[in-house]
Each structure stands twice: as C-alpha cells, then as structure tokens.
C-alpha cells in the first residue's frame, strides 16, 4: 500500500505503540490523523512531524467524534491505513482486574464487564467500519488495493490471566472478527489484519515504576529476548502490514515466544 499523498489514521495517537506507528506511517509518506484524548502529547508529536499530520481530539466511545477524525483524514488526502491501538477508560468504580467471582464469593458487576468489552471491541469495530467506508471511496491503486486497516488484539486474547476475562473476551473478539471483516471488506480492496502484542513498555508503565523497574519485573517472562518489546517493534510490524499487499486476514503474535 502505497501512502504517498495519502492519509492515516491512528486512534491511541499519542499513546506508547501509537506514537511510534504515526512516526512510521509518517516515514512511509502519509499525513497522519492522531487521534487521542492526550492534548499535549498529541499536539507536540504533530509538531515534531512537521508534514501536515494532525492531532485530533477523539472520544473513541463516541461515534461522532470518531467520525470526525474520520473526515479529517479524509481531508488530508485518501485514506489508506487506519490503525487501532487505543485503550480507553475504567468502568466507573472499577479497582483493576477482577476475577468473575472473587475470593469472597462476589461476581464482578455485569456493567464492568460489558464496559471493557465495549472499549475494546466495541470501539475497534466503529473505527474500522467507519474507515472502511472512507477507503471504500477511494480510488484504488494496484491490484485493486483502496486501503488496510490493524487492529490491535493482545496475547490475552489466545490464554487471559485470572482478573482479565473482560480485556480476554474483548481482545478475542478482535481476533475472531479480523479474517470475517477481511472476507467482508475484501470486493472493495481493503485489507484488515491484527496484531496480538505481548509485554511491552508503553507508558502504560509511566507514574508506577522506571523503565528499569518495569523490565526488571516484566522481561524474565519473555522467552527471547528476554526484556519487554519496544513499542516501535510493534509500530515496524505494523508499517509492514501496510506495505505488504499479501498480508490479510491474520493476527500475528508479537511476543518473544511467551506464553502463559
């Protein structure tokens, strides 16, 4: 997929893997939409690409606001690649993870469970039908190719730890939809594909612990190489997807082999 005088999109922006996939999308020629809810962030990285790519706030629990993300892209030239990296807020009153009943015989709220799947699957899925139905606009490019779209799964989509059965259920959800959409989008020449990352030191860490804290905790875990994935590992994997025409209807693990 060629992005020269193209546009992208990708929601989570100005996050650990979104800002390293819009410095690659970037890199490959495209004016990137960065759409997030971190003001800040998201208004200095489109100030240090300096190529037209701007930062847009976006509610990703809102159509609307996804919508407009959407057309801004658009604006900016022909949508080839939406990537999906975004996280979302806790359900209200929700303390971390949660086991389905915990130790003292309680079931975790039905809301908390429906809101995870919500941030997580429920959101992909509007970001990637609306950019579907941008990219199915454009003109397409060779062999038939209008544009691609990644999602982001998780290794707790294939084996979820005790507490995650929301974030497993959401992000199994991601895995299961991405060969049926790519059937579905693929008589308009649109790609979709997902990614299924494992431990990675995105700033999810920042405000708890050190970077060296974090790998000190985390690496052992990761068979090879043992240390947490770089969310540019992530952002490479990603721009390659992009580029390969081939690549459809899968989830790649990106894990240094962990399991659990």
Same mark, same amino acid.
């Given at each position: ?7 992208? *999109? ?8 979104? !800002? ?19 003001? +800040?962030?998201?208004?200095? *990285? ?16 809102? +159509?609307?606001?996804?919508?407009? /993300? ?50 997580? *699957? ?33 290794? /707790?989509?294939? +084996? ?8 497993? /259920? ?8 991405? *060969? ?34 974090? !790998? /000190? ?15 540019? +590992? ?23 082999? !962990?399991?659990?």
């Amino acid at each position: 997929m060629d992005l020269t005088n193209a546009s992208a *999109l990708v929601t989570g922006g100005a996050g650990g893997f979104g !800002q390293a996939t819009v410095r690659r999308l970037a890199q490959a020629g495209a004016k990137v939409v960065i759409a997030d809810i971190h003001d +800040e962030r998201g208004q200095a *990285l489109a100030k240090e690409l300096g190529n037209g790519s701007v930062y847009v706030r976006t509610d990703i629990m809102d +159509e609307n606001s996804i919508a407009n /993300a959407v057309q801004t892209a658009v604006g900016l030239g022909p949508l080839r690649a939406a990537v999906v990296v975004h996280g979302g807020p806790p359900a209200p009153g929700a303390t971390g993870a949660a086991r389905t009943v915990n130790r003292e015989g309680q079931r975790i709220p039905l809301a908390h469970f429906a809101h995870t799947v919500n941030v997580y *699957l429920v959101t992909a899925f509007a970001v990637t039908s609306q950019a579907a139905e941008a990219m199915a606009k454009n003109e397409p490019l060779d062999s038939n190719q209008r544009g691609v779209i990644i999602n982001t799964a998780s290794i /707790a989509g294939f +084996e979820g730890q005790p507490g995650q059965s929301g974030y497993s /259920a959401a992000k199994g959800g991601i895995i299961g939809m991405t *060969l049926t959409v790519a059937r579905d989008l693929a008589p308009l020449g649109i790609r979709v594909m997902a990614i299924a990352p494992g431990t990675f030191l995105t700033l999810a860490y920042s405000g708890r612990m050190t970077d060296e804290q974090a !790998q /000190a905790h985390w690496g052992p875990s990761v068979p090879n190489p043992k240390r947490m994935g770089d969310p540019d +590992e992530y952002a490479r994997l990603a721009a390659h997807i992009v580029d390969n025409d081939f690549l459809n209807g899968t989830t790649f693990r990106l894990d240094g082999a !962990q399991r659990f």
